[in-house]
């Protein structure tokens, strides 16, 4: 961005503590009167240098390491680090493990659509909105507690199973989440499909087209609230997901208030595939038999090769790109995060808008920085 | 279209520049391109082969060959296909032309290779650091020479 500012123009910088950022970045906007003229990103205040740290540290201790690249997908964060290893070392996960990873994925995933709605509202002024889906989002952090031991960074999957099995009562709990979050959903949408002033801010504001969130990479739900029905997990499906009845979510407008009902969509789409996998679920051992490794095994010498593991994260295509050169450590990991071209097609999506839709579109695109930055 | 398809179609367009292509898996595909004619390359994969959707593009380090690989991963929205381009740079001099002509996204991509390994993108529109501070520009942190090469392994640990 040009950052010489002629005599009607104003610069502002909004973050890297900004109260409707949902992390730590700087968005320099360029301003005349109250549209936006031209917008710059800075990032990298929460860089932490996760690619390096990988390099050093054995497989096993890469799992906890990934689950901070986002705290909001941990699980599917590690679900692509562990299916890397799991490709190069030629392990394939039971197929309980296989149904317990879905259900804690979509659960993971529910609870971070959740956050995105509820911060969503927030940013636009809709204090009291944030509230409600963070109550139900708790009932679904205690079935991710019980099962994995964490709210937020789990260290739960495994390579060629899980942890822990699912405890009892599980399912019991699940469902009366799943009633409260039904009930919850409905409730909400009705309170914001009919109130004008957020149908004012939302319908029609940060229009994005097919094509050009294309061109940008946007993935996820962003891209599919353009029409486009691009989901990894139909396209290239991984575990079980061949298996499990579900369709990809698109609305067609492309604008800010397209992507909040994706979310929502999403939200019964996940529930739905985790009654599915709760119903199908085979009983089984957690592990294969012939496993290579010792499942504790601090030190396993993964073959050399490389391979590009691609999952869909609740924000888009995540892909972990691992290079081993046969030693107990990774000899370079990529992590391919879907925010990281979301971010980079702020600039232009705000461009022409006004400062107060500003936070309105940015927040819509769910941005997890954390992630970003690595 | 079929990965066969892909391969024989990007060796008969660039006989001299496309090398080493193969089929990996199902869904995975990998060929070597000489590092002058990225561009040309990418452009055909992107408005002849369906390839719109570049994955990610980053670096890789490989310090007993003396070379950085440049690594492409081109994908689609409308296939279930995902090509691996590398290009070969030599480690005291990476230089490679920016794909930032045909793959707008490609710009960030290419300013954290730049300030992680070191690699110098000709005709970039705005190369400089994305998540490191000024201070450390110039180090090339994710190189492997960056502090001690190799790193203590986990021998210890056992």
Known sequence: MDTNIGPDEMLIHMGPHHIAQPGPFRLNVKLKGETVQDSDVEMGFIHKGIEKILESKTYLQGIPVVDRACYLAALTNEEAFVGCVEKLAGIEPTERSQYIRVIVEELSRIQSHL???????????????????MTVR?????????????????????????????????????KEAFALLRRGLEEWGELMKSDTI????????????????????VTGPPLRATGVDFDIRKDEPYLVYDDLDF??????????????????AEIYESMYIIEQALDQMPSGPLFPENLPYDRRAPVMRVPEGEVFHRVEDPRGEMGMYMVSDGSDKPYRVKIRGPVFPTMQAMPPLIKDSQLADVVAIVGSLDPCVSEADR | MEAEKIIDSLNAKFPDTISDSQIESEKRISAYAEAGSIVEICRYLKD????????????????LKD??????????????????????????????????????????????????????????????????????????????????FPQKTAKNLV
């Open chain 1, 115 to 133: 956050l995105g709605y509820g911060e969503y509202t927030e940013f636009i002024g809709f204090m009291t909105m944030f509230f409600y889906p």
């Open chain 1, 138 to 174: 708790e009932k679904i952090l205690d079935l991710l507690e019980m099962t994995t031991g964490a709210r937020i960074t789990h260290s739960y999957l495994r390579f060629g199973g899980v942890r822990d099995d699912l405890p009892e009562g599980f399912e019991a709990k699940c």
């Open chain 1, 198 to 217: 957020y149908r004012e801010r939302t319908v029609g504001v940060g229009v994005l087209t097919p094509d050009t969130a294309k061109e940008m990479g």
């Open chain 1, 247 to 264: 369709k990809v979510c698109t609305e067609t407008a492309g604008d800010v208030y397209a992507r909040i009902w994706v979310r929502v």
């Open chain 2, 48 to 63: 002849e082969l369906q390839f719109d959707h570049l994955s990610s593009e980053t670096a890789v380090d490989l310090i």
């Open chain 2, 67 to 148: 070379e950085i690989e440049v690594v492409y991963h081109l994908s689609s929205f409308g296939q279930p296909l995902v090509l691996k381009l590398k290009a070969r740079l030599p480690r005291n001099n990476p230089e490679i032309e920016s794909i930032t002509s045909v793959y707008w996204d490609a710009n960030w991509y290419e300013r954290e290779a730049y300030e992680l390994f070191g690699v110098q993108y000709r005709n970039h529109p705005n190369l400089r650091n994305l998540v490191l501070p000024d201070e450390l520009l110039g180090d090339w942190p994710l190189r492997k020479d960056y502090e001690d």
